[in-house]
Structure formats: C-alpha cells, structure tokens
C-alpha cells in the first residue's frame, strides 16, 4: 500500500513570512512528485514538480527532495493571504499510470 | 483550449436514481481519470483509462462504471445512487507516461438524499 502522509493542519503563518510544507511517501521507487494548490471550492492545480534530489525554485516556491530520507517538501517565501489554500502532496512511482495523493495540508496566511 | 470540463456542475439525485458524468479534454491526452473527493479522505482514484479503449478500477470503483468513448471524452455513471456516494467528483488527465502532470476539470457536486 503506498502511501503520502501529509500534516492535515491548519498552518497558520504570518503574511511575509516562510511557509513551510512537508510530505513524507513509502514507496522507495518513487519518481515523480508533484505539489497541488486547491482553493475552498476549486479544483487543484499544479504549483511544482520535481524529479531529482535536492532544490528546484520557481518564483517564491520552493520544492526539496530527499530520496533516501523520503519527504518532499513546498517552501513559500513572502507568504500572501492569497496564497491560503490547501495544498496536496502527490507521488508516482516510475512506469505507474496512477499517482498517489495526500490528504493535504491547509494553509492560513494572515495579514 | 478549454481544458478539462465537466457537467454537470452540480447535481441532487434521489437514493436509487441513475445518472451520468461527462468529462471531456481538449489537450489531446492519453490519460483519463475519476476522483472523488470528501472531507478529510483526499482525493480518492475511481477508476482510470490510461489510454483509449482500456479502462482499470482504481481504489473505489464499487458503484461506479466507466465508458472511454474516445480519446476525448470519458463519463462515469453511477447506477443506483446512494447517499454515500455524495461528494465532489473531478476528472483529470495527463499524456500518460512517467513524471505526467494531471490537469483537473472544475468538478461536479453530488447530493444523493
């Protein structure tokens, strides 16, 4: 059973500080992971995807993968009441059709 | 390019009433897939059609059925609706293959009272 464990929050940071999300996944073949933005009632988009160890920035976000440690992670830097959301962790396995999701993490930027 | 949209938007059926789900994509993928999504339990994977003309049960598929019509277009019906199966259902596609984003349609909301 493969499985993607994220902290349900809420995550509560000020506006102008650095969020930080993190995800944690079982299976060791993982290949691709991706971070998924979802607003209250909306459906989700992509923020990122990352494929190799380490850092990949896009704007202020921020993706960091550890293999052998197994988490990935979302960093937003200048955090903005917009950027409130439930974010959704997603994993896939090399030659796998199907990803597997978390439960997401919701997030409060307040002002 | 519309994406990936879906109808209806919203929908209240009676407990035992049929109906289905449309979902369609302009992008040409290969990939297609149905989700729900309820409070507190993520998205969970009904059934999926990685290409055109196959179709697999994903980790809910139990009152549910698929048809892959063509590469475009792939609708779930649900039979027999229960209350259980009221939650919010979004479609999704990628072009298949490793490391494949999903792109989302808007979702539809289901009432079964």
């Known amino acids: 059973q493969k499985e993607v464990e994220q902290n349900s929050g809420p995550l509560s940071v000020p506006e102008g500080a650095i969020a930080s999300l993190n995800c944690t996944y079982s299976d060791r073949g993982s290949q691709s992971f991706f971070w998924y933005r979802q607003y209250s009632g909306k459906s989700p988009e992509l923020i990122m995807f990352i494929y190799s160890n380490g850092d990949k920035e896009d704007g202020r976000f921020t993706a960091q993968l550890n293999k052998a440690s197994q988490y990935v992670s979302l960093l937003i830097r200048d955090s903005q009441p917009s950027d409130s959301a439930t974010y959704l962790c997603a994993v896939k396995s090399g030659g796998s059709y199907i990803p597997t999701f978390g439960r997401g993490t919701s997030l409060i930027v307040h002002p | 390019n519309a994406g990936v949209t879906q109808t209806p938007k919203f929908q209240v059926l009676k407990t035992g009433q049929s109906m289905t789900l449309q979902c369609a994509q302009d992008m040409n993928h290969n990939s297609m897939y149905w989700y729900r999504q309820d409070p507190g339990m993520g998205l969970r994977l009904i059934y999926y059609?990685?290409?055109?003309?196959?179709?697999d049960k994903g980790e809910v598929p139990n009152g549910y059925n698929v048809s892959r019509l063509n590469k475009r277009e792939f609708s779930l019906r649900l039979e027999s609706a229960a209350p259980s199966q009221t939650s919010v259902y979004f479609c999704?596609?990628?072009?298949?293959?490793?490391?494949?984003?999903?792109?989302f349609g808007p979702g539809t909301r289901l009432l079964v009272l």
């Open positions: 059609s990685a290409s055109e003309g196959t179709t």
């Open positions: 999704a596609s990628t072009t298949g293959g490793d490391g494949e984003t999903q792109y």
